[in-house]
């Protein structure tokens, strides 16, 4: 693939922009500087960097994203723009997906890794990872609702039954008409935290994931926006939700 495309496919710019930076000596490949924006290197294999940060062969990648609200938490939809979308083809072609489900209208952290198994301890419930929501809902919240969100909640509706695990309701705003809470979950049911405010009485009309275990949204990131997480970052995911057992042995193996 030639430099350019590269650079601009792992997120570094438009081809100008990055042929801008490949004039200013900032990129490095097989640990020379780079001279030609045409130069074919293999992504796979060759290292890359900008700034002296590694960009080229990685055989993991992890992003955070800032999932704005209209788009499909899904690898692919055949009519409705998905998260994948908003990422260069690279991560797809990786076999990158989402560790999680946020609903269409829900903004906020979304974790997208090529590592599968992370992903899926991510959202395992055996792993009890938080997550923590900003809520806006249409309605009073109170003492009472703090006490039953703790308690843990039964939820029967249209989309089914079950009793929600206990969860951590912090209420920062309260009116009749309008209030606004954090609240921590540790299961990841379909609409779970909808459906925990609607055995409330209340409707969400704003949702926002802030948090998955101590891995917080990067408030730099807009609506939209991602970008690769650092290696400390990694590592809080991992510390979270690490390997089972016999996965340790694989990886040893
Ligand atoms: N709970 C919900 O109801 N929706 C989300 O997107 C995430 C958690």
Do not use: C
Not at 30 to 46: F, H, K, L, P
Not at 165 to 188: H, K, N
């Amino acid at each position: 693939m030639r430099l350019d495309k590269l650079l601009s496919s792992l997120g570094e710019g438009t081809r100008s922009e990055v042929r801008a930076l490949i004039r200013a000596g900032r990129v490095r490949v097989r640990e020379e500087t780079a001279r030609d924006a045409g130069m074919q290197v293999d992504a796979e294999r060759d290292s890359v960097t900008l700034d002296g940060r590694e960009l080229g062969y990685k055989s993991v990648r992890h992003v955070m994203l800032n999932k704005p609200g209209g788009v499909l938490t899904a690898a692919r939809d055949a009519r409705q723009r998905t998260v994948m979308d908003l990422l260069p083809p690279l991560y797809a072609a990786m076999g990158a997906m989402p560790a999680g489900r946020l609903d269409k209208d829900t903004e906020g952290l979304l974790v997208i890794t090529s590592d599968g198994q992370l992903a899926h301890r991510i959202i395992s419930p055996r792993h009890d990872v938080g997550k923590e929501y900003f809520a806006r809902v249409d309605g009073p919240l109170g003492e009472a609702d703090v006490r039953a969100f703790e308690e843990g909640l039964h939820i029967s509706d249209a989309d089914g039954e079950f009793d929600a695990r206990s969860a951590v309701l912090t209420i920062l705003r309260a009116s009749q008409t309008e209030s606004e809470a954090r609240v921590r979950v540790t299961e990841g049911k379909y609409h779970q935290v909808k459906r925990m405010f609607a055995a409330r009485g209340v409707r969400v009309t704003y949702l926002k994931r802030l948090s998955i275990g101590a891995l917080r949204l990067d408030p730099a990131l807009a609506p939209g926006q991602w970008r690769e997480m650092t290696q400390e970052e990694a590592a809080l995911l991992e510390q979270d939700a690490p390997p089972e057992e016999d996965e340790q042995e694989d990886k040893h193996a």
